[in-house]
């Protein structure tokens, strides 16, 4: 009796939560169309450009955008290294457009939306940026979530022993279980719980990024592995443990592979080749990575400006039709792309597991019957 | 190109909190989960392990409980019939033993009889030889001339015997 009274109370709960959830969206709904017409009122017309918004929202920014909101940014702290030293402030006393302390947001063609020290002479140096941009703020976020979740697993483990965890903990015991028992441990064998906090942090890592990329609103919509600079540190590391890890057969493999004479002696062909493949290999982690989740973003961004586009080309009628199909195939794109950021982060640990397992490389049989 | 130009302060901060985020699951969280997630695994498999050994064992337990009900059933039923035979065997002992004893007893009862016999006739034979002689000796001592006097007399005593028979 009791419960059936908890499970109506669930239901009714829920029920009022998505109602103020959709009058939240709706009120600020109407706010940003009157704060949109009140910006037209005063005369600021501002042409739609689809390149500079798109490449707007796939890069980074100093300030976190508030939704239905041109103007209004969230401010984060900008650290830059200039001629004179180091400069902290807020981002919201540049990001208008104003100088400060010497530094402002550049339009010119060279540093193009990041900041620069405006010279004596007028000439613009790019000083040493260590800003916490929306990109490294996402990171923070994605970090601590990534923290808290598996601290919360942990804790679970801690307090309840052996008994099977529930809900929330459960999917991510799941996954766990997924990445480790069923990738990494049959790929890596004994050397598994060596390597397994590196591969099993990157995965949580990148999957949390990836998605928190997909909600457009804060705390998401940092577009973290769509960035270059992210997959390239991911890549970086797996290449560093690669390589560190390497034994005497896997550098044995490079530089004096089992192959005919001619092919490595007067000219180093095969070196050439491997060593190549040393690098390759992270560098399609990287590409992978950052191709995919920037590609899916990138198709969102394009769907909904069809949108205003075609509003601007043909009229507002054209511009309902087209939101109808917009959005129908935004939301595929979007589910599609919760579905790429399990795969991609997969990927990534799955392939870095087997760069590792490929360092890790004993002298084959024949040899070791020698 | 801009989206591929990697930023050295997003390279910078993101190498820290990657490295942070590592050092903290590394040590505290990563190897007490996988630690806690194989020994579970250990445990359920030995407790299926154990869990089907246990019914196996059940089975057989209740497989031979079975079988020793039977048996003791079927023995039980031995035991009852034996006991029937028996009981039916020292019955038929008993009346053949009765039978015999009676056949024996009616045997001494005619041998004795015969002997009462033999001896009365005997008793007879010398009551009735004492007789002749003593009707002989009456005769011959009452020494008669008549014959037909000596036949009455004879007459005489022989009614006598057979009355007094």
Known sequence: MWCRCACIDRGMKSKIITAIVALVIVALMGWGYYSNAQHRAHGHTSEL?????????????????????????????????????????????????????????????????????????????????????????????????????????????????????????????????????????????????????????????????????????????????????????????????????????????????????????????MQLIEVLGMFT?????????????????????????????????????????TSIFSVAFTLFMLLLDVLVSFIQAYVFTILSTIFISMALVEPHEHEAAK | MELFTPEFGLVFWMFVAFLCLYFILAKWAWPFIIKSMEERADKIDKGVAVHQEAEARLKNARAEADKLLADARSEQADILREAAKMRNELIEKARNDAADEAKKVSQAAQVSLEQAR???????????????????????????????????????YLSEVETKN
């Not at chain 1, 457009?97 to 010497?102: H, L, R, V």
């Not at chain 1, 899916?296 to 009628?317: E, R, W």
Request: proline share 5%; with cysteine.
């Open chain 1, 281 to 321: 290999k992270p560098l399609a982690l990287m590409v992978r990575l950052f191709a995919n989740m920037m590609s899916g973003h990138m198709v969102v961004l394009v769907l909904v400006l069809l949108i205003f586009i075609f509003t601007n080309l043909f009229g507002v009628g054209v511009g309902i039709g």
């Open chain 1, 49 to 269: 450009n689809p390149k500079e918004t798109i490449f707007e929202h796939l890069g980074d920014a100093y300030g976190w955008e508030v939704p239905f909101n041109h103007s209004l940014r969230i401010p984060l702290p900008i650290i830059v290294w200039g001629q004179d030293g180091l400069h902290c402030f807020m981002s919201n006393r540049i990001t208008g457009g104003e100088t400060y302390d010497g530094f402002k947001i550049s339009t010119s063609e060279e540093h193009h939306g990041k900041v620069v020290q405006v010279m004596d002479d007028g000439t613009e140096v790019r000083p040493w940026d260590f800003s916490i941009t929306k990109n490294v703020a996402g990171i923070a976020i994605a970090a601590l979530l990534v923290i808290w979740m598996v601290m919360k697993l942990k804790r679970w483990y801690v307090r309840n022993g052996m008994k099977a965890p529930r809900g929330g903990t459960g999917f991510l015991e799941l996954i766990v279980d997924f990445v480790y028992t069923d990738t990494i441990r049959p790929i890596l064998g004994k050397h598994a719980p060596k390597y397994a906090p590196y591969l099993l942090t990157a995965f949580f890592f990148i999957l949390t990024m990836n998605l928190l990329g997909l909600i457009v609103i804060f705390p998401g919509g940092a577009n973290l592995t769509g960035n270059i600079a992210v997959t390239l540190v991911l890549a970086l590391l797996t290449f560093l443990i690669t390589t560190f890890s390497g034994t005497k057969e896997y550098w044995k493999e490079i530089f004096w592979p089992e192959v005919p004479m001619m092919l490595k002696c007067p000219v180093p062909m």
């Open chain 2, 118 to 156: 033999k001896e009365a006739e005997k008793q007879l034979r010398t009551e009735v030889g004492d007789l002749a002689l003593q009707i002989a000796e009456k005769v011959i001592r009452k020494n008669i001339a008549n014959d037909d006097a000596q036949r009455a007399l004879v007459d005489q």
